[in-house]
Nanobody, 116 residues
Framework: QVQLVESGGGLVQPGGSLRLSCAAS????????MSWYRQAPGKERELVAT????????NYGDFVKGRFTISRDNGKRTVSLQMNSLKPEDTAVYYC?????????WGQGTQVTVSS
């Protein structure tokens, strides 16, 4: 059974940091590109960051502007997103995604709220 379980969300003040983690099981983790997406209320889901299966390519959404860092640990089957300098507009549900060509898996999401 495929599972992607996100953790690490919560409430943080503007300028603060959070680290999201996603634990994967039920599929060959090393074959999959891993991504974080987010969806704010009333908005479409958007890509935050992607790291390829071999870690040779990393891509970020334009809004990241050097504030976030995606990483993966293939031995632990986890992907993480370190988020610094958070802004109120970063408030959203953050989703973990695993993709291998025609296979696409999603986690349930974790809420990130940036507010004073």
């Amino acid at each position: 059974q495929v599972q992607l379980v996100e953790s690490g969300g919560g409430l943080v003040q503007p300028g603060g940091s959070l680290r999201l983690s996603c634990a994967a099981s039920g599929f060959t983790f090393t074959n999959y590109h891993m991504s974080w997406y987010r969806q704010a209320p009333g908005k479409e889901r958007e890509l935050v960051a992607t790291i390829t299966s071999t870690e040779d390519f990393i891509n970020y959404g334009d809004f990241v502007k050097g504030r976030f860092t995606i990483s993966r640990d293939n031995g632990k089957r986890t992907v993480s997103l370190q988020m610094n300098s958070l802004k109120p507009e970063d408030t959203a549900v953050y989703y973990c995604n695993a993709n291998e060509m025609w296979r696409d898996y999603w986690g349930q999401g974790t809420q990130v709220t940036v507010s004073s």
